[in-house]
C-alpha cells in the first residue's frame, strides 16, 4: 500500500479506526493467515516430522 | 472504557490508560490485534496490586475472565498494573473520547518508548510504524528515552 494512502488511514477517527480492526478480525477468521510458500521448508516434512528415519549419507557397511 | 471509569470512581484504580497496540492504532494506520491493554495505576500498593477486586467488579458487569484476559463482547482485555516507564505512560497520557465516553490513551513517545524497552520484533515494526505515521515530538521523546535510560534501536 502506498504511504500516503497509509498516513491518510492514520488520520482516520479512532472510532473508525477501532471499527476497522473490528472488520480485519473478522476478516482473519475468516482468512485465517497462512504462512506464504516460499518461507515454508523445501521438504513437505520436516526432519521431525518425517515418518522415515533421516539420513544424510549412506552408512558405512 | 465505561468500566474503567468506574473502576477509577469506586476507587479500585487511581488512573488507566489505553496502552499496546489499540494505543499505537490511535496514531496509525488501523491494524488487526487480539486483545486491548490496559494499564492501570494501583489503589492497592500490595502485592496484587487490587487485582482480586478488580476482577470481581468486572465480573459483576459480565465480563468473563479467561486466563490473564477479561473477554467483554468476545473481545480479550488485559489489565495490567503500571509501574516506572508505564506508570509515567497513563499519568501523562492524552485525553480522548471515544464514542462520548472520556478515556485515556498512551502518547505516542510512550508507545515509542515502551516498544524500544520491550524490543521484540514486533515492537521493533511498531517503532518503524510510529516514525513513519505518528506525529511525534521529537524533545519529548528524548527526554523520555533520557529519563529512562533508553535509546531507540536501529531500524
Known amino acids: 500500500m502506498k504511504t500516503e494512502m497509509r498516513r491518510a488511514l492514520a488520520r482516520e477517527s479512532y472510532e473508525e479506526k477501532i471499527r476497522k480492526v473490528g472488520q480485519l478480525i473478522a476478516l482473519t477468521r475468516v482468512f485465517p493467515h497462512r504462512t506464504p510458500a516460499r518461507s515454508r521448508p523445501s521438504s513437505p516434512l520436516t526432519l521431525s516430522e518425517s515418518p522415515i528415519p533421516y539420513r544424510t549419507k549412506k552408512p558405512k557397511g | ?155
Open chain 2, 1 to 155: 472504557m465505561r468500566a474503567a471509569n468506574g473502576l477509577v470512581k469506586a476507587g479500585l484504580i487511581q488512573d488507566y490508560a489505553i496502552g499496546g497496540a489499540l494505543a499505537a492504532i490511535h496514531y496509525v494506520e488501523p491494524f488487526a490485534t487480539y486483545d486491548a491493554d490496559i494499564f492501570f495505576i494501583p489503589a492497592d500498593r500490595g502485592r496484587t496490586a487490587g487485582m482480586p477486586a478488580i476482577y470481581a467488579r468486572l465480573m459483576s458487569l459480565g465480563w468473563q475472565a479467561d486466563g490473564e484476559h477479561l473477554m467483554v463482547k468476545g473481545f480479550p482485555v488485559q489489565f495490567l498494573a503500571a509501574q516506572g516507564l508505564t506508570e509515567e505512560a497513563v499519568r501523562e497520557a492524552r485525553n480522548i473520547r471515544f464514542e462520548g465516553i472520556p478515556a485515556k490513551v498512551f502518547r505516542a513517545e510512550h508507545i515509542v518508548t515502551i516498544a524500544a524497552d520491550v524490543g521484540r520484533k514486533k515492537d521493533l515494526a511498531r517503532i518503524e510504524q510510529m516514525l513513519q505515521q505518528a506525529e511525534i515530538d521529537p524533545n519529548r521523546l528524548q527526554a523520555i528515552l533520557d529519563r529512562h535510560k533508553l535509546k531507540l534501536p536501529k531500524l
